[in-house]
């Protein structure tokens, strides 16, 4: 399932310079701006990325509370993409962001999935993967624990095969 | 008689994608296999599009109009609470 590049799975390039693991933020925005503006740094996006992904994240919340924990997965359009990818953010402390198609529920979210999504054909089984995968026991709290971004690029990618 | 689902979300590619596999699972699991079409929009393209299904099924708002039955899929990305989300959509089966 997995090419052999050790950090491209699926088509998605997944790989440490993208990853954070002790974001200080007090809000979704800030949450959001420092994971999104590392992403750009890395190359993965364009700076229309960073608006982009804020103003969508505004509109279309996109923090999902699963049982072992709360998540977001911002992303936004193909056209701020260079290639895709995933980003993930820990964040130091929980910080609330609002619920999928319910704008008033509250989040609190622990780790953010950032997505890149360049062609959505050709990433649709990395997208369908993950949702499912999100629902596994213990994955979550698994991804949480690791405290390097080396360890949590491997994990990741070790839960998508 | 074949039943049209509409899945929407944001950008029409992200969760409405999930959300189609997952649900795909779970009604051919059923037994429905071959008596459902799914169609993939974006939120703001429901009003519109929704005339000519039997179910509109979306992980986020809509504002407009749905002109047809309408279910919160949330729950299908996340687990929580899906089983009265899935009775809800086997009864759209259940009607003619």
Redesign the interface.
């Known amino acids: 399932m997995c090419e052999t590049e050790k950090f491209f799975c699926l088509g998605m390039n997944i790989k440490p310079e993208y990853m954070m693991l002790n974001i200080k933020a007090s809000t979704d925005v800030e949450a959001i701006k420092i994971l999104a503006e590392n992403f750009f740094k890395a190359g993965a996006v364009k700076d229309t990325f960073v608006p982009a992904i804020l103003l969508?994240e505004k509109?279309?919340?996109t923090g999902?509370?699963?049982?072992e924990a709360g998540i977001a997965?911002p992303?936004?359009?193909a056209i701020h993409v260079n290639y895709p990818a995933v980003a993930i953010g820990k964040l130091e402390n929980p910080v609330v962001f609002q619920?999928?198609?319910?704008?008033d529920t509250p989040v609190k979210v622990e780790i953010m999935f950032m997505?890149a999504?360049k062609e959505?054909h050709k990433q649709?089984e990395f997208?369908?993967l993950?949702?499912?995968k999100?629902?596994e026991e213990n994955l979550l709290r698994r991804l949480m624990k690791c405290n390097t971004a080396e360890e949590l690029t491997e994990k990741f990618i070790a839960c998508l095969v | 008689m074949m039943k049209k689902i509409l899945l929407a979300c944001g950008t029409g590619i992200c969760t409405s994608t999930a959300v189609s596999a997952k649900l795909q699972r779970i009604l051919d699991e059923k037994g429905l296999k071959g008596q459902y079409q799914i169609a993939q929009c974006k939120i703001a393209e429901v009003p519109m599009k929704s005339a000519g299904f039997d179910l509109c099924i979306a992980t986020t708002q809509v504002s407009g109009d749905v002109k047809c039955p309408f279910i919160m899929g949330v729950a299908f990305l996340t687990g929580v609470g899906l089983n009265p989300i899935i009775e809800k959509i086997l009864t759209i089966f259940e009607t003619k």
Request: aromatic share 10%; net charge negative; with cysteine.
């Open positions: 969508r509109n279309f919340c999902l509370q699963f049982e997965i992303h936004t359009d619920s999928m198609g319910a704008p997505l999504i959505p649709i997208l369908q993950l949702m499912t999100f629902q």
